[in-house]
Every structure is written in C-alpha cells, then in structure tokens.
C-alpha cells in the first residue's frame, strides 16, 4: 500500500493507525477507507517535515485547531495530526478541499493523516487526563501485512474514547464497525487492559459489556 511506499526509508518509528490499521493486524479489508492514518511520535516531526519535502501539509493542534493554511514546520502541540498529500499543484488544491467545508477528501488513497503520539520517556501516552498509557517501546509492531502498526488494543482504546460525548461529532458509525472488529484479535489481557483504560475515562462507557 502507499503508507508502505512512501514511508519505507523513514528512520523513525511509525505505524499504521485508524482503520487501515484494523484491517493490517486482521489480514483482511474490512471496509472503504477515505484517507491512510499513520501514527509516529510527536517528538519525530521535524524529521517528518524534512522526510518529505515538497509535500503539502495542513497541520491542526490546540494552537491552530481548524489551519487551512499550508504547514510551515512550526512546533506543534499534542495532540495534534497533520493533513498531507504528495508534492503538486493538483495535490495542493485537493488538500484545500480536505480541510475546508465541506471536507471532501481525494478518495485516492494518497490523503495521508499523521496522527501525533505522545510519548514520555518510555512510554507512550495515549491520554494524559485520566493517565493511560502503554510501553513505547512496543506501542508499534508489524502487522499481518509486514507494515508496522499500532498494537491493536491501543487502536481499540483511541475508536472507544477519541469522539465518545462529542457534541459536536458524536458518534461515527465507522468507529463501532473498527471497534468491533479489531476485538477478533485481542488475547484476554489485551481486553482486560483495554476495559480498564476506557473505564478510566469512561466509567459508564456503553461499550465496556462487550469485553466481558
């Protein structure tokens, strides 16, 4: 797949994440993907930026939540995750069609999605209120598909818990599908420690019967 393509040389850590992820530690396309989430440390993004020269980015954080304007390579916050296409005008007009209303994406597969990680000396958070977190270490492994990715209860932990009580996004149908069937490949303690991580953010989490 691209991500493989374009991310083989890349000297620092980095995996699949979202849905193409899903399917990478299932073996197997689930469903329509519309763009390609990878996920690398937030401290490794200056080498990204320079990885990568030409391409045209869009990046959100705390800072510049809803940027249209291209990334300059300005320090980002966590969390935060950066719209990217390959270099060219055509490229460059559809990535301003990404991050503006009403949000059309290329569909081609070649809208890629950095998703920061936050990492904290040997370990990787996913959240930092309430504290959860996982070995960074072996936050990323391969894959079925040999392409490294996230471990799958951490995927699970971000579909459970990244939207949930969202007012203004709410549910996407998309996550409770991945959601669903990410937990094919979870060995019991990898659902013990997923139940408890949802549970530290969520206590009432309506999908926590589930990993009973």
Not at 8 to 14: A, G, L, Q, V
Not at 42 to 59: I, K, M, R, T
Not at 110 to 120: A, N, Q, S
Not at 164 to 170: D, L, P, V
């Amino acid at each position: 797949m691209n991500a493989a393509r374009f991310m083989s040389s890349f000297e620092r850590p980095w995996a699949l994440c979202g849905g193409w992820a899903v399917d990478a530690w299932l073996g197997r396309v689930t469903r329509p993907h519309l763009d390609v989430d990878i996920t690398l440390f937030g401290d490794d993004v200056p080498q990204l930026f320079e990885y990568l020269p030409d391409w045209n980015f869009v990046a959100h954080d705390e800072v510049e939540p809803q940027a249209t304007s291209p990334w300059n390579g300005r320090v980002l916050s966590l969390p935060g995750h950066i719209h990217a296409r390959p270099p060219g005008e055509r490229n460059l007009e559809i990535i301003q069609s990404w991050v503006n209303p009403p949000y059309k994406a290329g569909e081609d597969g070649l809208d890629f999605d950095f998703e920061l990680t936050d990492r904290e000396g040997e370990v990787c958070l996913l959240s930092r209120k309430p504290r959860v977190e996982i070995d960074a270490g072996t936050a990323f492994r391969e894959s079925q598909w040999g392409i490294p990715a996230l471990v799958p209860e951490a995927i699970a932990f971000y579909k459970a818990t990244a939207y949930y009580r969202n007012k203004r996004i709410k549910s996407r149908p998309h996550d409770i599908t991945d959601f669903e069937a990410i937990l094919e490949v979870l060995d019991s303690g990898q659902r013990r420690w997923l139940k408890a991580a949802i549970a530290e953010k969520f206590a009432d989490h309506e999908w926590l019967p589930q990993l009973d």
